[in-house]
């Protein structure tokens, strides 16, 4: 059971970058495909279309961050549980934003390549759904802190460990002081 409980803490501690990345890739594409036909049907501001099909990347950054902050905490089979419960949840939040994300960005460069004046008021829904995504990066950086990869120092909280019996079979085992 060991070795599951292990696997899974790696899954954790590896799921917010692999699930942001995974996010960003489908936002970005979405927008970038956008870009691209807006591209096609208006003579200048380009530079404006590719930036904007970018902003779901942001996800995968957050993702990293939080990965490596779980790994400082390291996998234990007392950890592994918190690191898989942050980590996986963390990781579909920041999917799913970016992916929302990339929607938005879409939605932005297509109604901008008609009415450029509307342009930045366009990526107002995206910037939202980019702050949902800060949310959980921050709550996620928190909440990692009360990770305990160790047991507690609290000798009460300490289960008892008892020595082996002596040889004669009439005494009972004693408990060892481990301090």
Same mark, same amino acid.
């Given at each position: 059971?060991?070795?599951?409980?292990?696997?899974?803490?790696?899954?954790?501690?590896?799921?917010?970058?692999?699930?942001?990345?995974?996010?960003?890739?489908?936002?970005?594409?979405?927008?970038?495909?956008?870009?691209?036909? &807006?591209?096609?049907?208006?003579?200048? #501001?380009?530079?404006?279309? %590719?930036? @904007?099909? *970018? =902003?779901?990347? $942001?996800?995968? +950054?957050?993702?990293?961050?939080?990965?490596?902050?779980?790994?400082?905490?390291?996998?234990?089979?007392?950890?592994?549980?918190?690191?898989?419960?942050?980590?996986?949840?963390?990781?579909?939040?920041?999917?799913?934003?970016?992916?929302?994300?990339?929607?938005?960005?879409?939605?932005?460069?297509?109604?901008?390549?008609?009415?450029?004046?509307?342009?930045?008021?366009?990526? &107002?829904?995206?910037?939202?759904?980019? #702050?949902?995504?800060?949310? %959980?990066? @921050?709550? *996620? =950086?928190?909440? $990692?802190?009360? +990770?305990?990869?160790?047991?507690?120092?609290?000798?009460?909280?300490?289960?008892?460990?008892?020595?082996?019996?002596?040889?004669?079979?009439?005494?009972?085992?004693?408990?060892?002081?481990?301090?």
């Amino acid at each position: 059971m060991e070795p599951l409980i292990l696997a899974l803490g790696w899954a954790g501690l590896f799921a917010p970058m692999a699930l942001g990345a995974i996010g960003s890739i489908l936002g970005c594409a979405k927008a970038g495909q956008a870009a691209c036909g &807006a591209m096609l049907e208006v003579e200048s #501001g380009y530079g404006r279309y %590719v930036g @904007v099909s *970018a =902003l779901p990347s $942001s996800q995968t +950054i957050y993702g990293i961050v939080v990965m490596f902050t779980l790994n400082g905490i390291g996998v234990t089979t007392l950890s592994a549980p918190g690191l898989l419960s942050v980590g996986v949840l963390c990781g579909v939040a920041l999917l799913m934003s970016a992916v929302f994300q990339g929607a938005c960005c879409a939605s932005a460069i297509n109604v901008s390549k008609s009415k450029t004046e509307v342009f930045g008021l366009s990526v &107002a829904p995206a910037a939202i759904v980019e #702050g949902f995504a800060v949310f %959980v990066f @921050v709550f *996620a =950086l928190v909440v $990692s802190g009360n +990770i305990k990869a160790d047991a507690p120092e609290d000798a009460s909280q300490k289960p008892a460990v008892t020595a082996p019996a002596d040889a004669s079979a009439d005494s009972p085992a004693k408990p060892v002081d481990e301090n």
